[in-house]
């Protein structure tokens, strides 16, 4: 299995701009989980699916964020617009029923810089 | 809302020292789990308690989870330079997604 793949690696925008974060889950896995780190606040949830669809997106910061699932193999993390303080390391993960057996599996990640 | 604490934040050791970190919720935890991130990389899975006074050994890895499932501690026996990393607990109320704790970063002068 390839795991959990995130796109882009790297992005680098400027302020205002929309950006589009994607994420395959592992094929199997019914649970999917959009983390951001920073040094200063850490690892912090942003949204989490389950059957593709949406249960807790209390962490969505404000309406410029959005996430979809609109299928098991798909997720996206859009910002609209962004701003210079989005700049983090956005994380995608995905788990067999909420990762109370196996954990979470975390993609590589997109690092997210906003100029 | 839920808050997961641990300490220390960071530590650095010589190898062949032990090395702790200690992981402190606010709230009852249905389970914990522990993750390990290299400089660089996405956190990765390492273990799963669930029962209250559980001790579970991996290798020079040994975690506990607290009487009161509360607290957690991860100790490592005879550090090597390939423990180095930030170590994350993340506790699960079951009712919403894990919340990590801030994480303890670890590095080992060899």
């Known amino acids: 299995d390839a795991g959990v793949i995130q796109s882009p690696r790297h992005e680098v925008t400027e302020m205002g701009q929309e950006v589009t974060l994607r994420c395959k889950p592992i094929?199997?896995?019914?649970?999917l989980f959009w983390y951001r780190q920073t040094m200063m606040r850490g690892l912090e949830l942003l949204i989490y699916f389950n059957n593709n669809v949406p249960i807790d997106d209390s962490g969505m910061p404000e309406d410029r964020f959005s996430a979809k699932m609109p299928n098991a193999s798909f997720s996206t993390l859009k910002i609209q617009p962004s701003e210079p303080r989005d700049s983090a390391v956005y994380f995608c993960?995905?788990?067999?029923?909420?990762?109370?057996?196996?954990?979470?599996?975390f993609g590589s990640g997109t690092r997210l810089t906003v100029v | 809302g839920q808050q997961v604490m641990q300490i220390p934040q960071y530590q650095h050791v010589q190898e062949g020292e032990d090395f702790t970190t200690y992981c402190n919720s606010s709230?009852?935890?249905?389970?914990i789990q522990w993750y390990k991130q290299r400089p660089g990389g996405h956190p990765v899975f390492l273990i799963q308690l669930v029962k209250s006074g559980e001790v579970k050994k991996q290798k020079r890895l040994t975690f506990q989870f607290g009487e009161a499932k509360k607290n957690s501690s991860l100790h490592i026996t005879a550090t090597q330079t390939t423990d180095v990393g930030t170590y994350f607990c993340?506790?699960?109320?079951?009712?919403?997604?894990?919340?990590f704790g801030s994480g303890t970063r670890l590095q080992v002068q060899p």
């Open positions: 709230t009852t935890l249905s389970n």
């Open positions: 993960a995905s788990s067999i029923d909420r990762g109370r057996a196996y954990g979470y599996t």
């Open positions: 993340a506790g699960d109320t079951g009712r919403r997604a894990l919340t």
């Open positions: 094929s199997g896995h019914n649970s």
